[in-house]
């Protein structure tokens, strides 16, 4: 006989595929998988990319790929309530002609930024059952950035302007994914 303990564990999510609409948004098509590692500890990879140019404008793009792993900590139980978590992050961009306020890049809509970037940081995140195969997801991360870079005069052309590292302290994560789980 299956006491209510064994069935809501039965039942228990083990494992989710997930889109971050915030990256869809973007028009950057993404794709996360999140596996059940312990009661209450699960572990994440997204992959993220974005290979076109825009087609209303040749000189805009937004290309780049990033890969970014997670483990995360959940304060009462796996996929439901807040948790914490450690990310790392890498990927490669090569963006421009685009008005966005990226604290990285100076003057982005009239230059062109080639490279790869790698970091990592903290995340906090809440997620709420919707029903029991879905679930909706909220976090923020923040940390480290390392980035290199070429930086050219105009998104098709131009000589090199410079070639370069910085380094970035901020926001590194921000989602608001749907998620189906099984």
Not at 50 to 70: C, G, V, Y
Not at 95 to 116: S, T
Not at 126 to 142: F, M, P, T, V
Request: glycine share 10%; aromatic share 14%.
């Amino acid at each position: 006989m299956l006491s209510m303990g064994s069935i809501f564990t039965a039942r228990a999510q083990q494992a989710a595929l997930k889109t971050n609409l915030l990256y869809d948004a973007t028009t950057t098509p993404n794709l996360g998988v999140e596996v059940s590692m312990g009661r209450r500890s699960t572990a994440q990879v997204v992959y993220a990319l974005n290979p076109w140019k825009f087609s209303h404008a040749e000189t805009k793009q937004l290309r780049h790929w990033l890969l970014m792993p997670e483990y995360r900590h959940w304060f009462c139980q796996k996929f439901n309530g807040a948790f914490l978590g450690v990310h790392a992050l890498g990927g490669q961009f090569n963006i421009g002609g685009i008005d966005l306020p990226l604290p990285v890049f100076d003057d982005l809509a009239r230059n062109r930024y080639e490279g790869w970037f790698a970091g990592a940081g903290v995340s906090f995140g809440y997620q709420w059952l919707l029903s029991r195969r879905w679930n909706l997801e909220a976090g923020i991360g923040l940390g480290y950035l390392r980035l290199h870079y070429k930086q050219f005069p105009c998104t098709e052309c131009g000589a090199l302007i410079q070639e370069t590292n910085k380094n970035y302290f901020g926001p590194t994560k921000l989602a608001l994914s749907v998620m189906y789980c099984f």
